[in-house]
């Protein structure tokens, strides 16, 4: 059975961190593509970052680049999302995603992932 299970969302204050987690099991992470989306309310689900499955092709959303950095640990079949100075425009709920077989040229569209954790909201005051 495949899950993946989003954890590490909270309230934090303008510019401070958090890094979001998304454990894997029933499958491997490492030959995989994995996305982060998030969802604010009245919005359709975004691209935030996503790495393809050789890792040789990494989008960030224009929002995210230099503050946002997605990663992937093997040897815990875990993906992150490091999110650095945070600001209100960042509250949303953020999701994982991942999927083997979604090819590069779609490895920002929601609709390319079968595999979804389930959630986890972040709130930045400002």
């Known amino acids: 059975d495949v899950q993946l299970q989003a954890s590490g969302g909270g309230l934090v204050q303008a510019g401070g961190s958090l890094r979001l987690s998304c454990a894997a099991s029933g499958f491997a992470l490492d030959d995989v593509a994995i996305g982060w989306f998030r969802q604010a309310p009245g919005q359709e689900r975004a691209p935030v970052a996503c790495?393809?499955?050789?890792?040789?092709?990494?989008y960030y959303a224009d929002s995210a680049k230099g503050r946002f950095t997605v990663s992937r640990d093997n040897a815990k079949n875990t993906a992150y999302l490091q999110m650095n100075s945070l600001n209100p425009e960042d509250t949303a709920v953020y999701y994982c995603a991942a999927d083997r077989n979604v090819i590069v040229s779609a490895v920002r569209s929601p609709r390319a992932y079968d595999h979804w954790g389930q959630g986890t909201q972040v709130t930045v005051s400002s």
């Open positions: 790495i393809s499955s050789s890792d040789d092709t990494i």
